[in-house]
């Protein structure tokens, strides 16, 4: 994780949200069928470090699942949608737009195949609450390309932490997509 993201330096996530009226969700710990389960400052220097030192290579989904499913939960299924949310995104959008850029939205990919080895709902869920966000997006005239279920499971790595990391083909099948978007919102509307 890059600190100068959380620093407060010019142009951080938190001065993002600050501008336009977020506020960044707390690093607390949290709890899960039982298991607590610390926020990701305390877990990146314990439960991380032991799960990465466990891997093999090539990788598996994890030593301790239960703990991987916990975490997948409180990242990917849990945070609920708040479509006043979205005014974040319209405004920065607004001030991209009043510099004479275009904006593209995306929603990046989300291991399904993770989430439904633990839930076969979880899939449902994540699916259900994309959609709201393409909703939302839509209602603001914002352009989206929505790679949220576009992935096979051989395309992420670091299953083991609960974290969304690509593999090089899935950065490349991403970032294939998002250039092809871009190329398609050059031509003049």
């Not at 699916?127 to 603001?140: E, T, W, Y």
Request: charged fraction near 20%; glycine fraction near 6%; charge should be negative.
């Amino acid at each position: 994780m890059n600190s100068a993201l959380y620093a407060g330096a010019p142009g951080s996530y938190f001065d993002i949200l600050k501008a336009y009226g977020g506020k960044p969700e707390p690093d607390l710990p949290f709890s899960y069928k039982g298991m607590q389960i610390p926020g990701y400052a305390a877990m990146s220097t314990s439960w991380l470090l032991e799960e990465q030192s466990l891997m093999p290579c090539p990788e598996t989904d994890g030593h301790n699942l239960a703990w991987v499913e916990g975490v997948t939960f409180h990242e990917e299924v849990a945070p609920p949608f708040d479509p006043a949310d979205i005014r974040i995104f319209a405004a920065l959008a607004e001030a991209v737009r009043a510099s004479g850029k275009r904006v593209l939205m995306v929603l990046l990919p989300i291991d399904v195949d993770l989430l439904g080895q633990f839930n076969r709902d979880w899939p449902r869920i994540v699916d259900s609450r994309a959609a709201a966000v393409r909703q939302a997006l839509g209602v603001l005239d914002l352009p989206l390309l929505d790679l949220s279920d576009t992935l096979p499971k051989d395309d992420f790595i670091d299953r083991w932490c609960g974290c969304v990391h690509l593999s090089q083909r899935g950065r490349l099948e991403v970032a294939s997509a998002i250039a092809a978007e871009l190329l398609k919102l050059q031509s003049p509307q």
